[in-house]
């Protein structure tokens, strides 16, 4: 059974720090791209951070670009996403998803909330 569990969300202040993390299981996890996606009210699911398989090669979201940092452990089948200098924008249900050879799985989402 495929399953992908969020963690690590939850309220800040603008400016403050998070960690997201997304344990993998169920499929062979180093052998998938994994993403970060976000989607606030009212708005589309947006990609955030993007981590291919071996290589490891990051791609961002301009609006994250500098103060957010995507990384895998695949001895761990996890992924996580280090959100630095949060801003009230950035609020949203963040979702992670596991891509390969049009096999797409998306975990439940955690909910970040930036506000003072």
């Known amino acids: 059974q495929v399953q992908l569990v969020e963690s690590g969300g939850g309220l800040v202040q603008p400016g403050g720090s998070l960690r997201l993390s997304c344990a993998a299981s169920?499929?062979?996890?180093?052998?998938?791209?994994m993403s970060w996606y976000r989607q606030a009210p009212g708005k589309e699911r947006d990609m955030v951070a993007t981590?291919?398989?071996?290589?490891?090669?990051?791609n961002y979201a301009d609006s994250v670009k500098g103060r957010f940092t995507i990384s895998r452990d695949n001895a761990k089948n996890t992924v996580y996403l280090q959100m630095n200098s949060l801003k009230p924008e950035d609020t949203a249900v963040y979702y992670c998803?596991?891509?390969?050879?049009?096999?797409?799985?998306w975990g439940q989402g955690t909910q970040v909330t930036v506000s003072s």
């Open positions: 981590i291919t398989s071996a290589l490891k090669i990051t």
């Open positions: 998803q596991a891509a390969s050879r049009g096999v797409v799985y």
């Open positions: 169920g499929f062979t996890f180093s052998t998938y791209v």
